[in-house]
């Protein structure tokens, strides 16, 4: 009997403020392909966002993603990491400026909490530069531990940090 692979959604957070980072950030979606194991499904729009946590450092282009994987949550933060290597970047200190970051957002209704990977993604209800894009293309979906949609989660945001539209333009 054959085995069938299942192919969960997942919600990632892209962002980037060194270099071309409308550039960066297509480049990244492109190398997060993976014909047989990782698809894009959805795509927000890219959002110019203040930096959060150390500010003196350029603005950022963040976007979320929708995609279908049938890696497994450390499977694919590895692919993120080795995706952030491979683009130039190096991890110096929490917040600091970079070429471009990955990060995972949602995998299914999964919890995750081991040493360096927590599902959901601990801080995205505090960060609206995060939950702008990611309630643009799923409103809707609900947060596994909150147990409420991404919609309110937005709507109870604390964080007054500038998200705006931005004209860059990310493809499928």
């Known amino acids: 009997m054959p085995t069938v692979i299942q192919f969960e959604s997942v919600y990632l957070s892209l962002g980037s403020n060194l270099g071309n980072r409308e550039t960066n950030l297509n480049q990244a979606v492109r190398m997060l392909r993976d014909p047989d194991r990782v698809t894009v499904a959805r795509i927000s729009g890219c959002f110019e ?3 959060v946590g150390y500010r003196d ?3 950022f282009l963040n976007l979320a993603l929708e995609i279908r994987t049938s890696l ?3 499977q694919l933060l590895d692919r993120c990491k080795g995706i952030e290597r491979s683009m130039g970047r190096v991890p110096t200190f929490q917040g600091a400026p970079r070429v471009i970051d990955l990060d995972v957002l ?3 209704n999964r ?3 081991d040493l360096d ?3 959901p993604h601990p801080r995205m209800a505090q960060r609206r530069f995060v939950l702008e894009p990611l309630s643009e293309i799923a409103p809707d979906a609900i947060h596994p531990v909150l147990g409420i949609n991404l919609r309110s989660i937005l709507l109870a945001c604390p964080d007054s940090a500038t998200v705006r539209p931005h004209p860059a333009r990310v493809l499928i």
């Open 106 to 108: 949602l995998y299914g």
């Open 117 to 119: 990977l927590t599902i």
């Open 49 to 51: 966002t203040e930096p």
């Open 72 to 74: 497994t949550p450390r």
């Open 57 to 59: 450092q350029p603005w």
């Open 111 to 113: 919890i995750v909490d």
